[in-house]
């Protein structure tokens, strides 16, 4: 199954940790970002903003579907490293995600100082 279509089924949350995941792990074995926008450590979770205020307009309601023009331009490398973040991360609640998040360095390390 598609992890567009997969994502389209869950929150916003989840997409948030989805995308945390997913640059994280294409940042440590390509030493490169898998995007450009910057994953920001806010007070109770990693947001990557432009993400937060695209999807914030949806609430409960489903997530919008990629167009298959967008899904194309996507590089089929890039394609698998997000599918294989799917299938590591995409049974995992979106808060134990968050949870996660919280006893990892670099969450630590942007917190310091201010949980």
Same mark, same amino acid.
């Given at each position: 199954?598609?992890?567009?279509? %997969?994502? @389209?089924?869950?929150?916003?949350?989840? %997409?948030?940790?989805?995308?945390?995941? #997913?640059? #994280?792990?294409?940042?440590?074995?390509?030493?490169?970002?898998?995007?450009?926008?910057?994953?920001?450590?806010?007070?109770?979770?990693? %947001?990557?903003?432009?993400?937060?205020?695209?999807?914030?307009?949806?609430?409960?309601?489903?997530?919008?579907?990629?167009?298959?023009?967008? @899904?194309?331009?996507?590089?089929?490398?890039?394609?698998?490293?997000?599918?294989?973040? =799917?299938?590591?991360?995409?049974?995992?609640?979106?808060? @134990?995600?968050?949870?996660?998040?919280?006893?990892?360095?670099? =969450?630590?390390?942007?917190?310091?100082?201010?949980?």
């Amino acid at each position: 199954m598609s992890i567009c279509k %997969v994502l @389209l089924r869950h929150s916003t949350l989840l %997409v948030q940790k989805l995308l945390y995941y #997913s640059q #994280s792990l294409h940042l440590a074995l390509y030493d490169e970002p898998l995007f450009e926008e910057e994953i920001q450590a806010w007070r109770y979770s990693p %947001v990557c903003p432009p993400a937060y205020r695209f999807y914030s307009e949806f609430e409960a309601k489903q997530l919008p579907i990629p167009t298959q023009e967008f @899904l194309l331009q996507i590089p089929n490398e890039k394609k698998q490293l997000l599918e294989e973040i =799917w299938e590591y991360f995409g049974s995992y609640h979106a808060y @134990l995600l968050s949870d996660m998040t919280h006893f990892e360095f670099p =969450w630590k390390k942007a917190r310091k100082g201010l949980l």
